[in-house]
């Protein structure tokens, strides 16, 4: 299932659908680690365009969304690599006027998830809105 899952937006696209969105999160929570990892990766490396044409980076564009929203909560609670979970806090975390402006409720319980938890959040000391 990862191997199809690869690539090409694929994580980021099915994250987006309101049943393959489950598949994603349960191959996050139940997959080994080099499966979280690889997902997480595909996040992290993956960019989207919004519909005012600026790109973005997928993590921030899953926050926005009803489904991926969940997507990304999963991967922060489940990610075990350090390095992977700062950098996935530290997009979020660089990314919070736009994920709290946007006004979406889905996004700013990310916000609040990534600002309340995160070691990158707390050594680098980033103001809160």
């Known amino acids: 299932i990862l191997e199809t899952f ?10 987006m ?39 973005l980076s997928a993590v921030v564009a899953m926050s926005m969304d009803a489904y991926a929203n969940y997507v990304v909560k999963t991967a922060m609670d489940f990610t075990e690599n350090s390095h992977q979970r700062d950098q996935l806090f530290g997009v979020l975390v660089s990314h919070l006027n736009e994920l709290v402006s946007d006004g ?7 916000v609040n998830i990534a600002t309340s938890t995160n070691t990158y959040f707390l050594q680098h000391g980033h103001l809160v809105l």
């Open 6 to 15: 690869l690539g090409g937006n694929n994580v980021v696209r099915m994250s």
């Open 17 to 55: 659908r309101k049943l393959a969105s489950n598949v994603v999160e349960m191959m996050i929570k139940h997959g080994n680690e080099y499966e979280r990892q690889t997902l997480v990766q595909e996040m992290l490396n993956s960019t989207c365009v919004d519909q005012r044409g600026n790109t």
């Open 104 to 110: 979406i409720t889905f996004s700013i319980v990310v």
